[in-house]
């Protein structure tokens, strides 16, 4: 492999990625939904939920497949440039149909024409994502590249939020500058792209040959989008708007959590890719291990603390009147564990072995649990029952994915230090939960049982052993050595 990039920093920069995509919007839109009102969010977050249906037709399973398909040949800069040139002329395809679509529905669609030149602005995100080629990007591992690029735009983006939006009048321009900050970043990367492949057309192109993948990764992509928005849609049709506001709260809560806890599967995409394409199963079973051991040391303690301390997490961030999130927090936190498993299962694992239906089959049972527990469950409890299916139908997609690969995962399961986790969760809880009881404040007693918590757990791993957690503290010691020894 040329040139690989170190996957701690790959993760570390996919994890600042990540977590700017949300704190982004937790820090505009509280000074936004002030200034717009309910209307003109309400207007701008139906522009962008329609546009997304169209936006998912338009990308298939490219942002996915593409990772895949590129990494197995990057080494080939020619025939690097033959499978993206491909994957390029399928989306710019798949474009031009959505947009004729999309303007047939504004052209027809009473509900649409009041509107359309908002949804003309927020669209642009179709043809803005399909010019990125993101997977092309991450297949080669640029992830810093692609981490300051993003960061820069979105400053931009907050600024201009600040400094354009002072009426309720301006939805169309808080539409505008959404894209900017998720999307506008995309136009680097079409003009970068002639670093890593050529632009010219090469020849001898077989579109033929990602067709069936294509739509493999495409059927995932709408069953993770069906169960992971069924939750607030059928909540939102079968009880209030209030119960829908509980229980996004939660479920924000948990998106920013998820995101750290699946960062490092995200990044080991390509090169598990790159390992099995190339017969190097060692290699591959031991970021394997890895993977999962990161997984289970980070995500056992965040969804734990959070159980503990729901009240003051959801009162720090969203306000006192959000007092119904806290038993749909404490029910959905346990999917930090289920989540980052089936990530790396599913993303790691199965679709570098070339095993996507797997991963499909488990997302549809997925969905259908989910379907049918929010039908039983919402009704009667509320945001209650919507976290009970979502908690459920992450449990079911783990089981089936577990299940189709339990011979291949037995080892790696066996290498975790499950005890020395259990111990450090205990501790944690034991130096930290007395501070419930001094009443100490929201905000301060959040940092001060972080600190206890999150301390009493990592020194247990430390003094345990842990093999994961002991790597990380050498590598910390010989970077800090390393930048004494630089200053002296």
């Given at each position: 492999?040329?040139?690989?990039?170190?996957?701690?920093?790959?993760?570390?920069?996919?994890?600042?990625?990540?977590?700017?995509?949300?704190?982004?919007?937790?820090?505009?839109?509280?000074?936004?939904?002030r200034?717009?009102l309910?209307?003109?969010?309400g207007k701008?977050?139906?522009?962008?939920?329609?546009?997304?249906?169209?936006s998912?037709?338009?990308?298939?399973?490219?942002?996915?497949?593409?990772?895949?398909?590129?990494?197995?040949?990057?080494?080939?800069?020619?025939?690097?440039?033959?499978?993206?040139?491909?994957?390029?002329a399928?989306?710019i395809?798949?474009?031009?149909?959505?947009?004729?679509?999309?303007?047939?529905?504004?052209?027809?669609?009473?509900?649409?024409?009041?509107?359309r030149?908002?949804?003309?602005?927020v669209?642009?995100?179709?043809?803005?994502?399909?010019?990125?080629?993101?997977?092309?990007?991450?297949?080669?591992?640029?992830?810093?590249?692609?981490?300051?690029?993003s960061?820069?735009?979105?400053?931009v983006?907050?600024?201009?939020?600040f400094?354009?939006?002072?009426?309720?009048?301006?939805?169309?321009?808080?539409?505008?500058?959404?894209?900017?900050?998720s999307?506008?970043?995309?136009?680097?990367?079409?003009?970068?792209a002639?670093?890593?492949?050529?632009?010219?057309?090469?020849?001898h192109?077989?579109?033929?040959?990602?067709?069936?993948?294509?739509g493999?990764f495409?059927?995932?992509?709408?069953?993770?989008?069906i169960?992971?928005?069924?939750?607030?849609?059928?909540?939102?049709?079968?009880?209030?708007?209030?119960?829908?506001?509980?229980?996004?709260?939660?479920?924000?809560?948990?998106?920013?959590?998820?995101?750290?806890?699946t960062?490092?599967?995200?990044?080991?995409?390509?090169?598990?890719?790159?390992?099995?394409?190339?017969?190097?199963?060692?290699?591959?079973?031991h970021?394997?291990?890895?993977?999962?051991?990161?997984?289970?040391?980070?995500?056992?303690?965040l969804?734990l603390?959070?159980?503990?301390?729901?009240?003051?997490g959801?009162?720090?961030?969203?306000?006192?009147a959000?007092?119904?999130?806290?038993?749909?927090?404490?029910?959905?936190?346990?999917?930090?564990?289920?989540i980052?498993?089936?990530?790396i299962?599913?993303?790691?694992?199965?679709?570098?072995?070339?095993?996507?239906k797997?991963?499909?089959?488990?997302?549809?049972a997925?969905?259908?649990?989910?379907l049918?527990?929010?039908?039983?469950l919402i009704?009667?409890?509320?945001?209650?029952?919507?976290?009970?299916?979502?908690l459920?139908?992450?449990?079911?997609?783990?089981?089936?994915?577990?299940?189709?690969?339990?011979k291949?995962?037995?080892?790696?399961?066996?290498?975790?230090?499950?005890?020395?986790?259990i111990?450090?969760?205990?501790?944690?809880?034991?130096?930290?939960?007395w501070c419930?009881?001094?009443?100490?404040?929201?905000l301060?007693?959040?940092?001060?049982?972080?600190?206890?918590?999150?301390?009493?757990?990592?020194?247990?791993?430390?003094?345990?052993?842990?093999?994961?957690t002991?790597?990380?503290?050498?590598?910390?010691?010989?970077?800090?050595?390393?930048?004494?020894?630089?200053?002296n």
């Amino acid at each position: 492999m040329s040139k690989q990039k170190s996957l701690k920093l790959n993760f570390v920069m996919n994890a600042i990625l990540t977590m700017s995509s949300f704190i982004f919007p937790l820090i505009t839109f509280p000074y936004v939904s002030r200034i717009l009102l309910p209307t003109g969010t309400g207007k701008v977050s139906f522009a962008t939920s329609l546009i997304s249906y169209f936006s998912m037709f338009a990308q298939l399973g490219i942002p996915t497949y593409g990772i895949r398909a590129c990494a197995k040949v990057r080494d080939n800069r020619e025939e690097l440039t033959r499978t993206a040139h491909e994957l390029l002329a399928i989306n710019i395809v798949m474009d031009i149909i959505s947009y004729a679509i999309l303007i047939l529905a504004l052209s027809f669609v009473h509900r649409l024409q009041e509107e359309r030149t908002l949804y003309i602005i927020v669209s642009f995100t179709i043809v803005l994502t399909s010019m990125g080629m993101e997977w092309l990007y991450k297949a080669l591992e640029q992830y810093t590249y692609i981490t300051i690029r993003s960061i820069i735009f979105k400053l931009v983006a907050l600024i201009a939020m600040f400094l354009l939006i002072h009426d309720d009048d301006d939805y169309v321009i808080y539409g505008g500058i959404s894209i900017l900050a998720s999307s506008a970043s995309h136009i680097l990367n079409f003009i970068n792209a002639h670093k890593y492949i050529d632009m010219r057309p090469i020849g001898h192109y077989n579109f033929k040959r990602h067709f069936k993948l294509i739509g493999v990764f495409f059927a995932m992509s709408c069953a993770t989008t069906i169960y992971t928005h069924l939750d607030t849609l059928m909540l939102g049709f079968m009880k209030t708007d209030e119960d829908v506001g509980y229980y996004n709260a939660a479920v924000k809560i948990k998106t920013i959590l998820v995101s750290v806890v699946t960062s490092l599967g995200t990044v080991l995409l390509p090169r598990a890719s790159y390992y099995v394409e190339h017969g190097m199963i060692e290699k591959f079973k031991h970021i394997t291990r890895k993977a999962l051991n990161f997984v289970f040391v980070a995500a056992s303690p965040l969804m734990l603390y959070f159980i503990l301390y729901a009240r003051q997490g959801i009162f720090f961030l969203s306000g006192n009147a959000y007092a119904g999130s806290i038993v749909p927090m404490k029910i959905i936190m346990p999917t930090l564990l289920f989540i980052g498993i089936t990530n790396i299962l599913g993303i790691q694992i199965l679709v570098p072995l070339g095993r996507e239906k797997t991963v499909l089959y488990s997302e549809i049972a997925g969905a259908i649990t989910d379907l049918l527990l929010n039908a039983i469950l919402i009704p009667r409890f509320a945001s209650t029952g919507a976290a009970i299916g979502t908690l459920t139908a992450e449990f079911v997609v783990l089981v089936v994915q577990y299940a189709a690969l339990q011979k291949e995962l037995m080892d790696s399961f066996c290498s975790i230090a499950y005890w020395k986790i259990i111990i450090g969760l205990l501790l944690g809880c034991i130096c930290s939960y007395w501070c419930v009881q001094l009443e100490l404040g929201n905000l301060i007693t959040l940092v001060v049982t972080a600190l206890l918590f999150f301390g009493g757990y990592g020194f247990t791993l430390l003094i345990t052993r842990e093999s994961f957690t002991l790597e990380i503290f050498r590598q910390i010691v010989e970077e800090i050595g390393k930048y004494i020894r630089d200053k002296n």
